[in-house]
């Protein structure tokens, strides 16, 4: 490549390289602008599922696998049903989104993708140098979504949780699932001292993804998940199955201030830049939000680091992972207070970062008293 510098240079094409790549795209402001995406991969599978909550019109509806308007959450004491009115449930596979965004910036001039390994970035002047197996590259807008745990991990100010799982799409014999409702949550299963819960997302009476997950500190063994998943099914009289495809993930929970690592001319995005909402895991739709409020960011001339996400939920967030943190065992009583005491619509809307004070207050109120002393508690010590 007889380029070396470029106006922006994306590190990563994953779905945080990927969404900032076609937002640049979107924007005519950017037409004149060259940009590189670097990513190790050939890009084209089903790594992922992501599932998220929007209004029923959005931008990726042509892409998605399933959508529903109804969800269920269960525990050991209560099925709850829920219309989401206004909002729809939606399931993207990967590599949909993958290939449309590659197709719709492969033929713009500006945009070249390279693949290649990033092997370091190191600043120099006003600019990030990115050394790639194939070159050295340099910009003075860098966005770097290669997750680096370590500091997360060497640190103890901040909790870490994971949420982590397996998923089956399995295909029944006989019809055994609600095509048109989704379960969020159903933990009327062992917890073993830990928050766990089988997450279905059915595609039709036959076809689903069933999930079994964690909000814990620690990964099992991949047996321990299909164990899970094996006995639920079991106990739900579903015995005669395909398994059609499997996917593992673990996605960390954490308030830790990742953005402390920008530079000038280098943005930590994704995963990475900590854009992952730290009381779910939910990172998809969170990242999308980012991309939208950094877009008019980049029209200045302001450096990356003075960027800024955070807001009043990234507390709220700490508060509520320093609690499941401490009482893992009892994180099912927390959602289920969650669920029970408030429509879906407000805690999406909670999550979306997009409720006023009193909705907040609302939530709180929802918690039992014992569990309202356990983030009083929380608060204090974070404040003293
Ligand atoms: C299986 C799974 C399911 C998930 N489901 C959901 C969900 O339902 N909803 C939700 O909101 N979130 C979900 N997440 C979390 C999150 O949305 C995804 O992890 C998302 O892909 C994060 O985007 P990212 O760009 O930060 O990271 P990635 O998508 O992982 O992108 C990083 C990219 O960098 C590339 N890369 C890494 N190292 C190098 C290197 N040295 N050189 C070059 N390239 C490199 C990788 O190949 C990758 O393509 C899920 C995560 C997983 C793993």
Redesign the pocket.
């Known amino acids: 490549m007889k380029e070396t510098i470029f106006d922006f240079i994306i ?8 969404l900032l790549l076609k937002a640049l795209r979107e924007d005519s402001f950017f037409d004149h602008h060259s940009i590189l995406l ?4 050939i ?1 084209n599978t089903n ?6 909550w929007e209004s029923p019109k959005g931008t990726f509806d042509s892409l998605l696998t399933k959508k529903w308007s109804r969800a269920g959450f269960t525990d050991a004491t209560q099925k709850l049903n829920f219309d989401l009115n206004p909002f729809h449930y939606k399931m993207l596979r ?1 590599a949909g989104l993958y290939k449309s965004i590659r197709h719709q910036c492969e033929q713009a001039k500006n945009i070249t993708f390279l693949q ?4 370091n970035t190191n600043p120099i002047e006003e600019m990030t140098e990115v050394v ?1 197996s194939m070159g050295n590259f340099r910009s003075k807008r860098v966005f770097n ?3 680096d745990p370590k500091p997360m991990w060497n640190q103890d100010k901040y909790p870490v949780l994971q949420q982590h ?1 397996v ?1 089956w799409f399995i295909k029944t014999k006989q019809a055994a699932f609600d095509p048109e409702k989704v379960l969020f949550m159903d933990f009327d299963i062992p917890q073993r001292n830990e928050t766990r819960f089988l997450y279905i997302l059915p595609l039709d009476q036959h076809n689903a993804l069933v999930e079994y997950t964690l909000f814990s500190e620690k990964l099992l063994k991949l047996k321990e998940y299909e164990q899970g998943i094996t006995q639920y099914l079991e106990s739900k009289g579903i015995s005669d199955y395909s398994i059609i495809e499997k ?5 960390p929970m954490s308030c830790y201030p990742f953005d402390q690592f920008n530079t000038q001319s280098m943005m930590y ?5 900590g ?3 730290a009381s779910t ?7 999308n939000r980012n991309i939208k409020k950094l877009i008019p960011f980049l029209k200045s001339t302001k450096p990356l680091n003075a960027f800024k996400v955070i807001n009043r939920f990234a507390f709220y967030d700490l508060l509520f992972l320093d609690v499941l943190t401490q009482y893992n065992g009892l994180g099912s009583k927390l959602f289920s207070r969650m669920f029970s005491k408030n429509p879906p619509v407000r805690i999406f809307r909670f999550l979306d970062e997009k409720t006023t004070f009193f909705e907040e207050f609302q939530i709180m109120l929802s918690f039992s008293i014992k569990q309202k002393m356990w983030f009083v508690k929380a608060l204090l010590k974070r404040v003293f």
């Open positions: 590190c990563g094409g994953g779905a945080s390289g990927l670097i990513e190790k991969e890009k790594d992922r599922t992501w599932s998220f990967s290649a390994t990033i092997e790639t979504s290669i997750f799982f998923g996917e593992q993930g673990n996605i995005i994704g995963t990475a830049g854009w992952t909402k895991g939910f990172t998809f739709m969170s990242t």
